[in-house]
Nanobody
């Protein structure tokens, strides 16, 4: 089992920045990939960014050049630095982990971008 706890969401004006954090606990050694998904009202959950344990990253086209995913192995934490935020980035952001052939999710953190 892997437990994920997100923090760092909030309200920001368009053009602003936020940094999300996700701390993992439990079966840390079994984690293969961590990342972030988001779900806006009335829409399906979508990939934002993922990072493998070897450091390979992948981003949604809509956030490339604005968002950066990184991780601290020492702190078992993954981060999402979000710059140049736009109203369309408003969503609940969920931390994700793939470990032992299973998917794990955090409880989600709200990000609201005002125009």
């Amino acid at each position: 089992q892997v437990q994920l706890v997100e923090s760092g969401g909030g309200l920001v004006q368009a053009g602003g920045s936020l940094r999300l954090s996700c701390a993992a606990s439990g079966s840390i050694s079994s984690i293969n990939t961590m990342g972030w998904y988001r779900q806006a009202p009335g829409k399906q959950r979508e990939l934002v960014a993922i990072i493998s344990m070897s450091g390979n990253t992948n981003y949604a086209d809509s956030v490339k050049g604005r968002f950066t995913i990184s991780r601290s192995n020492a702190k078992n934490t993954v981060y999402l630095q979000m710059n140049s935020l736009q109203p369309e980035d408003t969503a609940i952001y969920y931390c994700y982990s793939f470990a032992s052939l299973r998917s794990f999710w955090g409880q989600g953190t709200q990000v609201t971008v005002s125009s």
